[in-house]
């Protein structure tokens, strides 16, 4: 099995430009999530979805959307990128059948490196 | 606001010897975990203790979970120069289906 997969692995924009980074996962997951790493942080929720059509905020939504129309892909777009962007963004998935979320474990892609300059 | 709180941010040891990591959190949870990642890499999961558990062991990992204190404690035992990574604990929160995270331990293992 893949896992989780993102791309682009590394991405470098212009302020204002818009682009969307990919996530797929081949685990049959319901729930997926974005997240972004600044320098020397933990990881902070951007959006997540609980399944196909259902998406919610995290504690970062502004100046992303979402969008789940099958199980396996949750891309993320960047509206009109800015240099507070600049960040590494991890896509996550779990559970692997409905309401099966509690107490499973979150498996992630290997990241986007993002640039906004 | 990130959940969990980790400390130290960064901690320096020798081969052999155990490093103690800590966490604290703020709201009620359904089970807290422990994710290892390696310098620019993606996380990878360690392991999990639910909210009525006390203690959990893997390998040379041990986790405790004090739910009255809100906070949590990884040990690795006999560390290796390969145990070097940054170490993140990860709340499930009751009514909240996402994982918060915290904001990570620095280890260096010196050969």
């Known amino acids: 099995n893949a896992g989780v997969t993102q791309t682009p ?8 430009q818009s682009m969307t980074l990919q996530c797929a996962q081949d685990m049959n997951h319901e729930y997926m999530s974005w ?3 600044d320098p020397g942080m933990g990881l902070r929720l951007i959006h997540y979805s609980v399944g196909a059509g259902i998406t919610d905020q995290g504690e970062v939504p502004n100046g992303y959307n979402v969008s789940r129309s099958t199980t396996e892909d949750f891309p993320l777009r960047l509206l009109s990128a800015a240099p507070s962007q600049t960040s590494v963004y991890f896509c996550a998935s779990r559970a692997p059948f409905p309401g099966a979320y509690m107490n499973t474990e979150a498996f992630f892609g290997q990241g986007t490196r993002l640039t906004v300059v | 606001s990130q959940q969990g709180e980790e400390d130290p941010q960064a ?19 359904n089970n807290l975990q422990w994710y290892r990642q390696n310098s620019g890499r993606g996380l ?16 040379r990992l041990r986790v405790t979970l ?39 331990t620095r280890l260096q293992v010196q050969p």
């Open chain 2, 11 to 29: 901690l320096s040891i020798q081969e052999g010897e155990n490093a103690t990591m800590n966490c604290s959190y703020k709201t009620s949870i």
């Open chain 1, 35 to 37: 997240y972004r790493q």
């Open chain 2, 44 to 59: 990878v999961h360690l392991i999990l203790i639910r909210s009525n558990e006390r203690e959990k062991h893997s390998g």
């Open chain 1, 9 to 16: 692995k590394f991405q470098v924009l212009k302020t204002g």
């Open chain 2, 66 to 104: 004090d739910t009255s204190k809100k906070s949590s404690s990884l040990l690795i035992t006999a560390s290796r120069a390969a145990d070097t990574a940054s170490y993140f604990c990860a709340t499930d929160d009751t009514g909240r289906r996402a994982l918060t995270f915290g904001s990570g």
